[in-house]
């Protein structure tokens, strides 16, 4: 299906900043579904007429549309109520559908005082029953709305939409305030989100920024554009916690022309959101503490290992510590990568990038090592990350040592693919050095050999050391990375 981007790319005359308002509208025309009780359509030019680029249904009503609008053209369905709205500047016409009336309205959407867009508004035509108080209410609310769309005074550019989390809706609660801020109408949801944070007085015919500061019990940091909320002066949003409950607030001021008469404030109790959030902020920084706490320890092995190696007096026993020094030391790095965010993945290149220094700086060689990394390792799990830093460390080391130990040049490549759903890591690990020894097998070598080998099988991978022409050695290795959590 065409999306609104799509329809607005190739529809005539329209500007960027025209393109964006459209964007906004659509954000934000949930607002007017609701308190309409009606389906929305946005209708843009198209080849000589209109065509539909976007359509909503109300939460507060029953649907009119349960087919799909979008991409059909206005003329084939609604005649020429659409065209009618663009020359006339409104139209509206009943329509039968089965043993359905169609009440059906089209108005313009304006923009710098051009015609940008038409909305129609179509819902079913009641059966004559006498309308309720909140039914009232919200058309009211909802026809002023549609008036300043069709002025070009709404949606407001700075209004927060309903995509930010938890915005309220008009279903959660919806007040009608005058221009001095007092309160006209509240819904009983609205009525209720406020009971919830202590008041219990009258809350129509109250000033609703008197409502908030009369709270007792407020808690936290007291948001210092609630008053300009609360007041209905600007199109924000804002929070306001007490007595353990909390409530977003947000407000849509009415205006005609260049004057405010009013605005629509809605509220939405978040008690429950903030105190999951709270949860989930309390588990993410436990598991923080705790990498944190890990590379802490790992550090304090690697000294404590370090102090004892100074204390052997066989060379080759120190020789050990120290590599078990440097062992401790890469899975410390990736608990300090680990510690710094609060997923359980690492962006795994600084890591490499950090290791291959690190190694580089404390190699004994009588000669320079030019070290260089290319490709991306990417976004990794720990378990994978700790696995591949023991890995690269080994290999680097093993390079420098046994390699290029005069000086030379260490230079390690990353990529990654996707095979059948499965990320492959492939690292090669290249030096210009003096090349294999004769007789080279990996399962006779050294301590360093054997633990790459047994790590790189526990990723699920494979291994090959080869010479390089005219001299060197190049190590090229697999693994397969466990998926990545979302």
Do not use: C
Not at 61 to 68: C, I, S, Y
Not at 85 to 90: F, I, L, N, R, V
Not at 229 to 243: C, K, P
């Amino acid at each position: 299906m065409r999306t609104l981007a799509d329809f607005l790319r190739v529809t005539p005359d329209l500007v960027p900043a025209d393109t964006e308002w459209l964007h906004l509208l659509v954000e934000d025309w949930h607002l007017l579904a609701d308190l309409a009780f009606s389906d929305l359509v946005l209708w843009v030019a198209h080849e000589g007429g209109w065509v539909a680029a976007a359509h909503t249904r109300p939460m507060t009503g029953p649907m009119v549309f349960v087919e799909e609008v979008v991409g059909q053209e206005a003329s084939t369905i609604f005649g020429d109520l659409v065209t009618r709205a663009a020359t006339e500047g409104q139209s509206e016409h009943v329509r039968e559908r089965g043993q359905d009336q169609i009440h059906e309205r089209a108005r313009p959407v304006r923009r710098a005082g051009r015609t940008i867009g038409i909305l129609s508004i179509h819902d079913l035509l009641d059966s004559g029953r006498p309308h309720t108080r909140l039914e009232e209410a919200y058309g009211e609310m909802g026809d002023e709305l549609f008036v300043m769309v069709a002025e070009g005074s709404w949606p407001t550019p700075s209004s927060p939409s309903g995509a930010r989390r938890g915005a309220p809706r008009v279903g959660d609660g919806v007040m009608r305030l005058s221009q001095s801020g007092a309160v006209e109408y509240a819904s009983p949801n609205a009525l209720s989100a406020i009971r919830q944070l202590g008041h219990q007085g009258a809350v129509e015919g109250e000033v609703l920024v008197q409502v908030f500061s009369g709270l007792t019990g407020q808690s936290g940091h007291v948001d210092e554009g609630l008053a300009l909320v609360a007041m209905g002066r600007a199109a924000w949003r804002s929070d306001i916690t007490a007595n353990g409950a909390a409530l977003a607030v947000r407000a849509v001021p009415l205006v005609h022309g260049r004057d405010r008469h009013g605005a629509i404030v809605l509220v939405r109790d978040v008690s429950e959101l903030r105190r999951r959030g709270t949860e989930l902020m309390t588990k993410d920084q436990t598991i923080r503490e705790i990498h944190h706490r890990v590379k802490n320890n790992l550090q304090t092995v690697a000294a404590l290992l370090r102090m004892q190696s100074r204390r052997v007096p066989d060379e080759s026993a120190q020789v050990a510590l120290n590599e078990a020094v440097r062992r401790v030391g890469v899975i410390a790095l990736v608990y300090e990568a680990l510690s710094t965010g609060f997923a359980e993945t690492l962006d795994f290149d600084d890591v490499a990038v950090r290791g291959l220094r690190a190694v580089v700086e404390v190699a004994r060689t009588s000669g320079a090592i030019d070290s260089s990394f290319t490709g991306s390792f990417g976004m990794m799990r720990a378990e994978d990350a700790t696995a591949l830093g023991l890995i690269l460390s080994e290999l680097i080391q093993n390079a420098i040592e046994h390699g290029v130990p005069d000086g030379g040049r260490v230079q390690v490549d990353a990529q990654r693919v996707d095979e059948g759903g499965t990320e492959i890591l492939r690292v090669t690990v290249v030096d210009d050095g003096a090349g294999l020894p004769r007789g080279f097998r990996p399962s006779r070598a050294g301590l360093g050999t054997r633990i790459i080998t047994s790590m790189v099988q526990d990723l699920g991978g494979q291994i090959r050391w080869d010479d390089v022409e005219p001299r060197g050695t190049r190590v090229r290795f697999s693994a397969r990375l466990h998926k990545l959590d979302g």
